[in-house]
């Protein structure tokens, strides 16, 4: 006759395996979407993106903040996964198989980490090198307009430019 807590450890491990796949199935999408979104801003698609129109486009920003939370939030429901299905595993003894499958588990949780933090970097670079080209092309334009300034003025509004910039690092 076999163990009944051996069983009801082999099936909370069989739960946790089920809902660690099925998080790891929704990052795996939540992830290609989010590099698509990413994508976007890099080729300023369809009018949409920074690149094209100097300025964020209405509503991506709270897009693009809402799926990092979602990515956040469930690498770190696959992190508590992962832990409650080390805890199962330790208790369970040393098996090879579950020893493996947790190693499995642990090592695409970290890629998807990986994966979710190059894919933020590239989407800030792309941000803020829009934000710079924005604030390029408006000091053009206050340049062009300005066409009438002495001297002076004009190298009191560069000082203040200057200044303003220095005390945002």
Known sequence: M????????????????????????????KLSSYAKLGARFTQGGSGSGYVDSGSPPIG????????????????EKLLDINDSMSRCAASAGPATSVTQKLARHRDILHEFTQEFRRIKGNINSMR?????????RDDITDFKTSGSMSPRMQLLRERAAIHGSISHW
């Not at 163990?3 to 796949?21: C, H, T, V, Y």
């Not at 991506?60 to 690498?75: A, F, G, P, Y």
């Open 2 to 29: 076999r163990d009944p807590n051996l069983e009801l450890q082999e099936s909370g491990w069989e739960e946790l395996r089920k809902e660690a796949r099925k998080i790891e199935g929704d990052l795996d999408v």
């Open 60 to 75: 991506s920003s709270r897009s693009w903040k809402s799926m990092e939370m979602e990515i956040q939030s469930l690498l």
């Open 128 to 136: 803020e090198h829009a934000e710079l080209l924005s604030s390029v």
